[in-house]
């Protein structure tokens, strides 16, 4: 186990490079770079001048395309920029965004709160509701409730999140029918002057439609997982034999097929946990106002604010990878017969 552990760190490294490798090239290729954007503004902002404006505006770009380029550390040849960025990224300096001058890290944190909200009670929904209900669908099979869940589950992951995010605005957020749900952030504006259960009610009162459009997905995935894995374990020969042994079918169903049955969603748990923070729906925080990881990262994509797409970028990999070799450790702690690195005889 402990070189199989060693292997996979050691394997982390060229896979960390070779993400940032790529994105690094395609980014040299993109047209309409920071520079160009700050110039585009620019000549924006002089339309409607004097006839002369056009004339002056390009002898401006020129000056301004060097103190631009030489800003952004554009004037520098680019595999000299990608090893300045790889020695900067290994002491985790993500660098400064080009278009809100802060500091990656301290973008990331700033909308931490969103995502963490958004992602930390979407995960815990997603499986607190999918997994009982799976189980009892496995109990009840071909039953007509196993029929009616499955038809609703399939329902919700037949409809896309932001569609029903704009029938919830229409219907209960202020829309054309009822206003019940707030339209906008995590808190009232006078959330501070709250008391703690009045803050924790207009936190959830936010909270709750972009909650269901992000949660309402995700049912069908994780219900048929459970119901599948489950309807395999009772059909196994052990099953058959502690039932002959005159066990009750509570204690032969968790004593017995729980924890062997659990085995794939269990070790799931670490890259659904993680993965529920940063890979929110940018449509969803768009709709409700909420500004998180995802929708920093489309509008830097947009603005070709390279730090940030490329810091977070490497944030979320390096995670990614580590959430990866946790899911692969909880699996053989869950099944001991899994022996990773082990040489077959």
Request: net charge positive; aromatic share 12%.
């Amino acid at each position: 186990m402990l070189i199989y552990f060693l292997k996979r760190l050691m394997l982390m490294v060229p896979t960390l490079l070779g993400v940032l490798t790529v994105t690094f090239i395609v980014i040299q290729f993109v047209p309409g770079g920071p520079v160009e954007q700050v110039l585009a503004e620019a000549r924006t902002s002089q339309k409607g001048g004097e006839g002369s404006a056009y004339k002056a505006s390009r002898d401006i770009d020129k000056k301004q395309i060097e103190e631009l380029k030489k800003l952004y550390g554009f004037d520098k040849p680019a595999h000299v920029r990608y090893f300045e960025m790889l020695a900067n990224f290994a002491r985790f300096d993500l660098g400064r965004s080009f278009m809100q001058n802060k500091d990656v890290w301290t973008l990331i944190k700033e909308k931490l709160p969103v995502s963490i909200s958004l992602g930390l009670w979407a995960f815990l929904i997603s499986y607190l509701i999918s997994i009982p209900m799976g189980v009892t669908k496995a109990v009840r099979e071909g039953t007509t409730f196993d029929t009616v869940t499955t038809l609703l589950v399939l329902i919700g992951f037949a409809i896309p999140g932001f569609v029903l995010g704009v029938l919830l605005i229409v219907l209960l957020a202020g829309g054309t029918f009822l206003d019940w749900f707030p339209l906008r952030g995590l808190t009232s504006d006078n959330w501070a002057e709250l008391g703690w259960w009045a803050r924790i009610t207009d936190y959830f009162w936010h909270l709750t439609l972009p909650l269901i459009c992000l949660t309402i997905g995700s049912f069908a995935t994780i219900t048929l997982l459970t119901k599948n894995t489950f309807v395999e374990e009772i059909r196994k020969q052990y099953v058959l034999v502690a039932r002959a042994k005159g066990l009750s079918q509570r204690r032969v169903l968790y004593k017995h097929i729980f924890r062997n049955a659990m085995i794939p969603l269990v070790t799931g748990f670490p890259a659904a946990f993680v993965g529920a923070f940063f890979a929110g729906s940018v449509l969803i925080e768009t709709l409700f106002s909420l500004d998180g990881l995802g929708l920093l990262g489309f509008e830097a994509v947009v603005r070709r604010d390279y730090p940030v797409v490329l810091g977070s970028l490497y944030v979320f990999t390096l995670i990614g990878l580590v959430v990866k070799l946790v899911s692969d450790l909880l699996y053989s702690v869950v099944d001991p017969r899994v022996q990773f690195g082990a040489v077959s005889k």
